[in-house]
């Protein structure tokens, strides 16, 4: 078999990886720019609300307002990382024990988001009864609508739901692909997989409210067409990964610059893309309209392949040591970022004249001072809660 990278050893600063696993740096900073997205989505619509929202927006601007496209990047790049064992099993290399599997998975979420759940559910609780709240969103029953609401504590926990169900799913990847009988089970496996997404989005199939809809559209059958992309990366990654590179750098207009061109147009085109997305406002952008996220996977799916494989001369704007310092605190700016930001900016509203609404200067210095807070924070609940159990993590299954 073929791996579409050389195995590199794993940094010092990138804790949980495998002494015998690839660890691939350029993913790290993925990692950075995804949280980045999410982050200035999120930091842009708390600045603007409830002020009116445009909805049109800038090219230039088209990144942060597009909606969820950062938590695409998180979904892709997952499916990309977690599949490889899985694609290395079908094809006869080492077995992937499952019970080292969700014990890795166990030990990368849980922590970190068992206390948060905790502290949010103890921030929100008016009476001791309320304490009880916490309990389906320890079982990832959030992503089944069987929860209350704990704004703004609980707002990007459906995302989490979500990664636990295509934990659970993923192990199916290797026993479709092992065999002859399971890759066409695996094919029928997609095909009705592709007529009920397509009946979901078409309106043919409908749940029986509003929520419950919004449920299955946030579930990992909602964002399956991510994942599958991710997957896919991650397969010619794998197999051709070294010959694609090898064919790259034999061309000497890409090593010039060609391949950066390409990779512009290719960010160029994501752009004006998420432009026409933020053009369905907000309402028909969280309804049956989430057809979007199936270009936007792709897009993004191969933006990792470029990183990886092309011979770019500006690869340090994607992957520097500042995006992975991000990516390794992504988690904890994730899982954090929302509920410090929302409070503290109604705590400093208190104090602002109405007339100072939306982006000015004294808001972006305001913002730019709370992000630091909130940087330095997620560094604290990385280094105590994360990193522990990451060490844990790393040695599970050697």
Same mark, same amino acid.
């Given at each position: 078999?073929? +791996? ?11 804790? =949980?990886? @495998? ?11 993925? *990692?950075?720019?995804?949280?980045? !997205? ?11 609300? &409830?002020?009116? #929202?445009?909805?049109?927006? &800038?090219?230039? !601007? ?8 950062? #938590? ?11 599949? $490889? ?8 290399? $080492? ?9 890795? @998975?166990?030990?990368?979420i849980l922590p970190l988001y068992y206390t948060a759940v905790v502290v949010g559910t103890m921030a929100s609780a008016e009476h001791l009864r309320d304490l009880g709240h916490a309990l389906p969103y320890l079982a990832f029953l959030n992503g089944f609508g069987l929860q209350t609401d704990m704004n703004p504590y609980s707002s990007l926990w459906w995302s989490l739901a979500t990664e636990a169900q295509f934990y659970l799913l993923l192990p199916l990847l290797a026993i479709f692909l092992r065999t002859r009988r399971g890759r066409w089970a695996g094919v029928a496996f997609l095909v009705v997989y592709a007529a009920a997404y397509t009946a979901v989005i078409r309106g043919d199939l409908r749940m029986p ?6 449920? %299955? ?5 909602? *964002? =399956? &067409?991510?994942?599958? /992309?991710?997957? %896919? ?9 070294? *010959? ?8 000497? /207009?890409?090593? @010039? ?37 199936? &270009?936007? =996977? ?17 690869? *340090? ?27 503290? !900016? ?5 104090? /602002? ?7 000015? !200067?004294?808001?972006?210095? +305001? ?29 599970? =299954?050697?």
């Open positions: 078999m073929r +791996v579409g990278a050389p195995a590199l050893a794993p940094s010092a600063a990138a804790v =949980g990886i @495998r002494s015998r696993s690839a660890f691939v740096p350029e993913l790290e900073s993925v *990692r950075g720019i995804a949280i980045l !997205l999410v982050f200035a989505f999120h930091v842009d619509s708390y600045v603007r609300f &409830p002020f009116a #929202v445009q909805p049109t927006t &800038p090219l230039a !601007l088209a990144f942060v307002r597009a909606g969820h496209t950062g #938590v695409d990047l998180f979904f892709v790049l997952s499916a990309f990382l977690l599949s $490889r064992p899985f694609l290395v099993d079908a094809a006869g290399g $080492r077995r992937v024990v499952l019970r080292d599997y969700f014990g890795r @998975r166990a030990l990368r409210s509003i929520g419950s809809q919004m449920y %299955l559209l946030e579930s990992v059958f909602g *964002r =399956g &067409p991510l994942f599958l /992309w991710g997957i %896919l990366a991650a397969a010619v990654h794998l197999h051709f990964g070294d *010959r694609i590179r090898a064919s790259l750098l034999g061309h000497a /207009w890409l090593r @010039r610059g060609g391949a950066d061109a390409a990779v512009l147009l290719l960010l160029l085109a994501n752009a004006v893309f998420l432009q026409w997305v933020v053009s369905l406002g907000t309402l028909r952008l969280h309804s049956a309209t989430l057809y979007w996220h199936i &270009p936007n =996977g792709a897009l993004w799916a191969a933006f990792v392949l470029c990183l990886l494989l092309a011979p770019l001369r500006t690869k *340090r704007v994607f992957s520097n040591p500042v995006l992975g310092w991000l990516g390794i605190l992504s988690y904890s700016i994730y899982i954090i970022h929302s509920p410090f930001m929302q409070k503290a !900016l109604l705590v400093i509203r208190r104090s /602002w004249p109405r007339s100072s609404a939306g982006w000015t !200067l004294k808001t972006a210095l +305001v913002i730019t001072l709370l992000t630091v807070a909130c940087v330095s924070f997620s560094a604290l609940t990385y280094r105590f809660i994360e990193r522990p159990f990451l060490v844990r993590k790393s040695r599970l =299954g050697t």
